[in-house]
């Protein structure tokens, strides 16, 4: 059985999905209107993580993905600026419907590219929010028919007096909530459905503009997953606003339950406090990749803390995990060939770990573990991890041209026993052994990392 923590009612909860062996998986992609920063990525490891999860309990599974290339506001004011056209400004492009969609072309391949070195499988379905004007208009259509919406100057609403469950998810506040002073609206959490822009954007019965950021999600996975589906995931930021309207929307349009299991991510911090693209905070996976570490290890560090507990981001904690990490993948190349078989011990302790909420800090301890057990031959742990690897991610069974042959490593410990005990001089002799084999030994708080040059 697979248990999951449910947003909705705040518990673990035994899986049950709606069709017997299969789940529909909605993932909050991203607004494509800039790089993404590694914080974001971890929203998008945890659907990943999921899937890979059914997978391994042979369900088949259906995941999607949006990508929104229109109409997300700076802001939950419903007014001011809207991300895209932002972007259009940064990068000094023309204010048009043709370089928004351009503009959100190219960020959404670098975005794609992320998940490709993080090794996040890519979703069965992208669907961009420009494509699906129509069941955008659809929706709010139903919406109206039903009574759920009113028209003010600058676009058409939901009134959320009309919903008496609105805010399913806690946290949307009360009348002196997130939104600014509007005072055309009827209350202050309702939220736009349709903008209106009369010199950009897409004609509705309601006059040109653009559909509200909120309704693009229920519409895009409406048409791909149904009227009720299995799963939702987002950032926890999304659960107050976002997905409140999500379901408001939904469920008043369809008059049934819109998503039976929501599951939110805790954010990566900094040291400083929030990490975000508007605080200067925005680390991005280049900056990773710049600093000379694999992105893979990123995802090493991320498994490294459950989904649901928020985690700090450091230069120190990559390099660590970076350490781990290269020496797992020297064991699994040192030793022999995998056997045909796995042990059952180890692999049902490491289900019993992913099968409770995705615990991926327990997995990998599990993972350790094995490493160290000297009754099982190497053939045997070989296997069975490369199987655990099948969620975890990790390309374990990729050769590494970094992984550091057991002579340097020998050679690093000898070293760092050097500095340990004050024998700087044999320390150098033994870094320049090092150097001459082809490699460099770094010195950090979590001791030696050794590279190759």
Not at 344 to 349: D, G, H, N
Not at 372 to 384: E, M, V, W, Y
Request: aromatic letters at 10%.
């Amino acid at each position: 059985m697979i248990y999951l923590t449910n947003s909705l009612t705040k518990k673990k909860e035994e899986f049950v999905p709606i069709t017997a062996g299969h789940v529909g998986i909605y993932s909050c992609g991203p607004t494509v209107y800039d790089y993404v920063h590694i914080g974001n990525l971890r929203s998008f490891l945890l659907s990943d993580l999921i899937r890979r999860v059914f997978a391994y309990h042979d369900y088949t599974v259906r995941q999607v993905m949006n990508l929104t290339d229109i109409g997300h506001l700076a802001s939950d004011s419903d007014d001011g600026e809207d991300k895209m056209t932002r972007g259009l400004r940064r990068d000094g492009k023309p204010i048009t419907l043709e370089a928004m969609l351009e503009l959100g072309s190219f960020y959404a391949e670098k975005f794609k590219e992320d998940l490709a070195a993080l090794n996040i499988l890519l979703p069965h379905e992208m669907p961009r929010a420009s494509d699906h004007i129509a069941e955008d208009i659809q929706l709010v259509k139903k919406l109206e028919q039903k009574g759920f919406t009113y028209q003010t100057s600058d676009g058409i609403y939901f009134n959320t007096a009309k919903d008496p469950h609105y805010g399913k998810l806690g946290g949307a506040g009360g009348d002196t909530s997130r939104i600014g002073v509007n005072s055309e609206k009827k209350n202050l959490k309702d939220f736009a459905l349709w903008k209106f822009n009369p010199t950009l954007g897409y004609q509705s019965p309601w006059g040109k503009g653009f559909p509200g950021w909120h309704i693009e999600c229920s519409a895009m996975s409406e048409r791909y997953l149904g009227e009720h589906f299995d799963i939702h995931t987002g950032g926890a930021d999304l659960a107050p606003i976002h997905h409140n309207n999500e379901i408001a929307q939904s469920e008043c349009a369809h008059g049934h339950p819109f998503v039976t299991y929501w599951l939110h991510n805790a954010f990566v911090n900094v040291a400083s406090g929030k990490m975000a693209k508007s605080e200067g905070t925005g680390i991005t996976l280049q900056s990773i990749v710049e600093r000379g570490f694999d992105p893979i290890v990123y995802r090493y560090w991320l498994l490294g803390g459950h989904y649901r507990t928020p985690m700090t981001f450091s230069w120190e904690a990559l390099e660590a995990a970076a350490a781990a990490y290269r020496r797992l993948q020297g064991f699994l190349q040192e030793w022999d060939q995998a056997d045909a078989h796995t042990d059952a011990t180890y692999e049902q302790k490491f289900q019993e770990a992913v099968y409770d909420d995705i615990n991926t800090p327990q997995a990998l301890a599990i993972t350790w573990k094995l490493v160290s057990d000297q009754n099982l031959s190497s053939g045997i742990k070989k296997a069975t991890i490369l199987k655990f690897d099948k969620i975890l991610g990790l390309k374990l069974a990729t050769k590494s041209s970094t992984v550091v042959p057991k002579e340097v490593q020998q050679l690093a410990t000898e070293r760092q026993r050097a500095r340990d005990e004050k024998r700087w001089n044999d320390a150098d002799i033994l870094r320049q052994k090092i150097n001459d084999l082809g490699f460099t030994v770094r010195d950090t708080p979590h001791g030696p990392v050794v590279e190759k040059f």
